[in-house]
C-alpha cells in the first residue's frame, strides 16, 4: 500500500502528503503552469514558462530507487493541482549523496511546505542509505539560501555563479534555530505517522 500522510498546515488547511504516481502527469504540468515567473525562474534556471514534457515523464518513472517525489496536495479538492513537490535524486559515483529540489506553489508558501517536503524526503532518503542533500541555487533565490542556511547547511560558491548547498542528514547536527525546530517536529510526525501504520493491529 503506498504511504501517505494526512495533516493540517499552518492556516489549518487539510492535506495530503503522498508519493507522486504516473496518474499525476497532467497535475504536474499543470500546477508547473500556474508557476509565477519568479517561482519558474527559481526551479528551474529558465524563464521559459512550465516543464519539459520530458522532465515530467522523468519525475513519474519509477528507476529503481534512484530518485523520489513527494506531493502535497488539498483533501478532496482537485482544483488546485497541488501545493509543491520535492524530489531527490542520487548522485551518479555518490551513493550516499543525492540532489534535491522543491517547487512551491506561490500561493501556499509560508506555510510549511517546503519544511513538510523535506522532512519526507529525509526520512525515505536516509532508509535508502543517503546521508546527505545537495541543491543548486541562484543568488537571487533568497528565500532557499536563508532556510538552509538556518538549516545548517554549507554554502559553496560555484564558478559558474550560484552556490551549491550541503545539508547533512543528521538530525543531532541541525542548529537551534526555528527552522530547524521546524524540521524536527515534521521529522516528528513523519516517524511516528509511520510506526502506528508499520503497527499490528490489535485483535
Known amino acids: 500500500m503506498m504511504p501517505s500522510y494526512r495533516l493540517l498546515l499552518r492556516d ?6 503522498r508519493p507522486l504516481t504516473p496518474d499525476d502527469r ?7 503552469r500556474r508557476l509565477s515567473p519568479e517561482s519558474t525562474y527559481f526551479r528551474f534556471w529558465t524563464r521559459v514558462h512550465g516543464a519539459n514534457p520530458k522532465f515530467i515523464e ?3 518513472t519509477d528507476d529503481q530507487g534512484q530518485h523520489r517525489t513527494w506531493v502535497i496536495v488539498i483533501e478532496n479538492n482537485d482544483d488546485i493541482p497541488g501545493l509543491g513537490g520535492g524530489s531527490y535524486w542520487r548522485l551518479d559515483g555518490n551513493e550516499e549523496c543525492a540532489e534535491v529540489s522543491f517547487t512551491v506553489a ?3 508558501q509560508g506555510q510549511g511546505v517546503g519544511t513538510l517536503l ?3 524526503l529525509w526520512e525515505e ?11 543548486n541555487v541562484l543568488d537571487e533565490n533568497h528565500v532557499m539560501l536563508t532556510w538552509w542556511a538556518s538549516l545548517g547547511a554549507e554554502n559553496v560558491r560555484q564558478p559558474s555563479g550560484g552556490w551549491e548547498l550541503r545539508l547533512r542528514l543528521d538530525e543531532t547536527l541541525l542548529p537551534e534555530s526555528s527552522a530547524a525546530l521546524s ?3 515534521r521529522l516528528a510526525f513523519i516517524r511516528a505517522t509511520s510506526a502506528d501504520a508499520e503497527a499490528p493491529s490489535q485483535p
Do not use: Y
Open 12 to 17: 489549518q488547511l487539510p492535506v495530503i502528503l
Open 26 to 32: 497532467e497535475r504536474i504540468a499543470d500546477a508547473f
Open 58 to 60: 522523468r519525475l513519474c
Open 106 to 108: 506561490d500561493e501556499f
Open 118 to 120: 523535506l522532512a519526507v
Open 125 to 135: 532518503a536516509r532508509e535508502a542509505g543517503i546521508r546527505q542533500f545537495v541543491a
Open 183 to 185: 524540521l524536527r517536529r
